[in-house]
């Protein structure tokens, strides 16, 4: 994972570099946007339950190659184990910051808090805030000026086991310990 981070570490410094090389452009069209609202989402269910999460973003162009802003993250999960029903929301805010590299690619941080009632993997009656900062980074694409959509893989650098994101993780060790890596789907509009 430390080669991991440093890679990311390196990309971001070299995304960062050439943004500062890149001539402006004299255009005489100003009606570019200086702003994008993001979306991703998450569903599962089955017989005995279900979850679903919508994360809202609001972002700030610094600059064509950096965006950054707050976020606000909502989470539902209901139960139906042999008939013992239960459910829980699970809801908080964050920043989070990315840098695209041309039309292609991004790298990025997203901090959130999330007021969960999580303790270990038992509900619990006492609701706790949980922080998580995943790093990270994958492809980045606009279309048509309308939309955006970023597909990446991101590593929770602070790993909480209250976490609720720790039901997405999608990896795992030899020993069958978690490791705390998730993919993220996002869809950007300008606004």
Request: aromatic share 20%; with cysteine; proline share 4%.
């Amino acid at each position: 994972m430390k080669k991991t981070l440093l890679l990311l570490t390196c990309l971001l410094v070299v995304v960062c570099t050439k943004a500062q090389d890149e001539e402006p452009e004299q255009n005489d069209q100003t009606n570019e946007s200086t702003s994008e609202i993001g979306f991703d989402g998450y569903f599962g269910a089955s017989n005995f339950g279900g979850t679903f999460g919508v994360g809202a973003k609001y972002g700030y162009k610094f600059n064509d190659n950096i965006i950054f802003g707050p976020s606000f993250r909502l989470q539902r999960s209901w139960s139906n184990n042999f008939g013992q029903k239960f459910g829980y929301t699970i809801y908080g805010g964050g920043f989070w910051a990315h840098v695209r590299y041309g039309n292609y690619l991004f790298a990025g941080a997203e901090f959130e808090m999330l007021n969960s009632p999580l303790n270990y993997i038992f509900v619990g009656s006492q609701k706790k805030w949980v922080p998580s900062l995943f790093v990270g980074g994958g492809f980045s694409r606009e279309f048509n000026q309308s939309i955006r959509i970023n597909a990446g893989i991101f590593y929770d650098i602070i790993d909480n086991v209250n976490s609720p994101f720790r039901f997405s993780y999608f990896m795992r060790k030899a020993n069958g310990a978690l490791i705390p890596v998730i993919y993220r789907i996002g869809f950007f509009f300008p606004i």
